[in-house]
């Protein structure tokens, strides 16, 4: 099997050095005397993928310094019970942050709920205000994925500006996001799909490729021109993004799965939190 360690974008390491960064400052602060801040994140039901998400963003508050506080709804939970909880961790003064564990179940609307959240305690930046300040380049919260993806592509210093980039999902909390940011870094950006006609084509012009339309191995190595960089966003079972594996021979840098954006984006959720946090004190 061909070795492509050169080739990888290593997620831990972005995560590792962001991480770092936070719990220098968040100490800084607490030796002066100011309290830790707390991050609640809002479970609703046992779903096995969520429960593991919010263990993860637990133990990574946990690194650094950061308090967590999980919030946990029955699956049976109504939007109006949700939307109680929200508005009771808006007005606690310890809490900096609110994230709400997607998905939640069918009978809650959850755009109802993201939006619910207080613009200034949104670290997840899903709420229409966030999205609205992403997409005319103001100051505020990014949606976490794509903001973590610019991380990345900041860490290893890929240059943006007049590049031609193309990212592959439409999501709200993701496709959308991430092209409104790469657009505002002064790339050339064009929005792909699973029913985008003639894809490959498209994808091939590309220099930077965002894959993130939750679809195994959607993207073919033979779409990828040599030298793209190559960010995959997808998870999906088993361990497989939504581009395959054999696009590290084109790529000159490419993201693995796992081990790519998903270290980011937790770490990210720390460093908006962060903010906030420096924001008030």
Known sequence: MTDYTEKILDGRAVAKHIEAEIAAEIERKAASGVQRPVLATIIVGENPSSVTYVRMKGNACRRVGIEPRKVELPEQTTTEELIKVIDDLN?????????????????????????RIAPEKDVDGVGVNSLGKTALGLPGYRAATAQAIMNILDYYKIPLQGKEAVVIGRSPILGKPVAMLLLNANCTVTVTHTKTVGIGDVVRRADIVVAACGVPRFVRPEWVKPGAVVIDAGYNAGNIGDVD???????????????????????????QTMLSFLKRN
């Open 245 to 271: 594996e054999g696009a590290f021979e084109n790529a000159s840098l490419m993201t693995p799965v796992p081990g790519g954006v998903g270290p980011v984006t937790i770490a990210t959720l720390m460093q």
């Open 91 to 115: 007005a606690d003064g310890n809490v900096y942050g609110i994230l709400l564990q997607h998905p939640v179940p069918r009978q809650i609307d959850e755009r109802a709920c993201f939006d």
